[in-house]
C-alpha cells in the first residue's frame, strides 16, 4: 500500500516538473532525473500521470506545455503585422552574415520576408526560396530599377514548386524534388515554434518535411525567429536545437530564458545587443562548437568549405547553388 508521505513527494515532484516544462517551453526525461535525484521511469511515469490529466503534452525523450490548436497556422498578412520592430532587427543583423557571391536559402515566414529586404544590395547574391513572398521582394526589386536593367545587387533567385501554406510557402514533394539537388552556403529559416523538449516546430507537416530538406542541402543553419516562438509548439517537430548553428532573436526573451537557449544552441545572438560583443557569429554564447550532428543531416563541422566563419555566410566551393546528389 502506497503510503500518505509517498503520495505527496510524488505531487510535490510532478508540481515541480510542470513548473519546468512551464517555465522552460519543455523538459527532457535525462534533466529531470538528474535534477530530481530519481529513476529514468519515475520521471516517466510522473509525465504519464501529467499528460492524461491534460498538464502536458508527451514528446520524443521530454514534455512540453499544452499548447491549443497547435495545427492553426496563420495567414502571412496576419504574422507580418506582428512584432514588427524584432523582425526588422532580427533581419539587419541576419543580413550582416552574407557576403557577396554566396549561394543562401530563404524559408517561408514574415522574418525571412523581412530579411530578404535587407539583403536587395547584396552582389553576385544566389537565393534559393519556397516562400513566394520572398521571390516577390526580389523580382519586384528588379522591376522598379531604372532603365529597365537590373540594380547592382540583383540576385539571382530559384523559386520551388509545392502546394501553398496559408504563410505562402511552398512545401511537398514538389518542393522537395526542387531543393534535393541543391546546396547552399546558409539557409535562414523561420520557424513557428521553439522549445529545448520540441524542438523546431510547424503546424503543417508538408513544411516539416520541405524544412527538413532545407537542412540537409545547407551547409549553415541559421534560425531567425522573434522570442514569442519561444515555447510554441506546432503539430510536427522537424529538428533538433542542437542541429542550428545560430539562432538570431530580439531582446524580448528574458534572460533565464536565454541561459536555458545557450545551453543547448551552438550559437545565439540577440539582435540589438551584439555590438560591442565581437563580430556576429555562431559562437556569440552557449557552449557549443558550431558543429551540428545528427541522422538526418550527418555530421556537419564548422570547418567545412564554404561555411560561414566568424561573422559572414562566405561562398562555397562552387558558383552559387550546385546541382548534384544530395549532401544529405
Avoid: C
Wanted: proline residues 4%; charged residues 20%.
Amino acid at each position: 500500500m502506497v503510503s500518505d508521505h509517498q503520495n505527496l513527494l510524488a505531487e510535490q515532484r510532478r508540481a515541480l516538473i510542470l513548473d519546468e516544462v512551464r517555465r522552460r517551453g519543455g523538459v527532457r526525461v535525462n534533466e529531470l532525473t538528474r535534477r530530481l535525484n530519481v529513476s529514468d521511469m519515475t520521471v516517466r511515469r510522473d509525465l504519464d500521470v501529467l499528460a492524461r490529466q491534460g498538464m502536458v503534452a508527451k514528446v520524443h525523450g521530454g514534455a512540453v506545455p499544452v499548447v491549443e490548436a497547435s495545427t492553426h497556422e496563420p495567414g502571412f498578412e496576419a504574422k507580418s503585422a506582428l512584432e514588427l520592430d524584432a523582425k526588422e532587427e532580427i533581419a539587419r543583423v541576419a543580413a550582416a552574415m552574407v557576403r557577396p557571391g554566396t549561394a543562401i536559402a530563404l524559408s517561408g515566414g514574415t522574418t525571412t520576408y523581412a530579411l530578404a529586404r535587407h539583403l536587395l544590395d547584396v552582389p553576385d547574391l544566389t537565393v534559393v526560396t519556397n516562400s513566394v513572398r520572398v521571390a516577390d521582394v526580389f523580382h519586384e526589386s528588379r522591376n522598379i530599377s531604372s532603365g529597365g536593367e537590373s540594380r547592382p545587387g540583383a540576385a539571382t533567385v530559384v523559386l520551388t514548386g509545392g502546394v501553398r501554406t496559408p504563410s505562402d510557402a511552398l512545401v511537398g514533394p514538389v518542393a522537395d524534388q526542387a531543393i534535393r539537388s541543391l546546396h547552399f552556403d546558409a539557409l535562414f529559416l523561420g520557424v513557428h515554434g521553439i522549445s529545448v523538449a520540441a524542438g523546431l516546430s510547424t503546424p503543417n507537416l508538408a513544411e516539416a518535411e520541405t524544412n527538413r530538406r532545407l537542412m540537409r542541402s545547407a551547409r549553415r543553419v541559421v534560425v531567425v525567429a522573434d522570442h514569442t516562438k519561444w515555447g510554441t509548439l506546432g503539430l510536427s517537430s522537424f529538428a533538433r536545437l542542437d542541429e542550428v548553428d545560430v539562432l538570431v532573436t530580439d531582446r524580448g526573451l528574458s534572460d533565464e530564458v536565454r541561459a536555458e537557449m545557450a545551453e543547448h544552441l551552438p550559437g545565439l545572438v540577440v539582435a540589438g545587443e551584439e555590438a560591442g560583443g565581437g563580430p556576429v557569429s555562431g559562437q556569440e554564447s552557449g557552449t557549443g562548437s558550431g558543429t551540428r550532428s545528427g541522422p538526418e543531416s550527418g555530421t556537419r563541422s564548422g570547418a567545412a568549405p564554404g561555411q560561414v566563419s566568424g561573422d559572414a555566410v562566405a561562398p562555397g566551393g562552387g558558383s552559387g547553388a550546385s546541382s548534384g546528389p544530395a549532401s544529405g
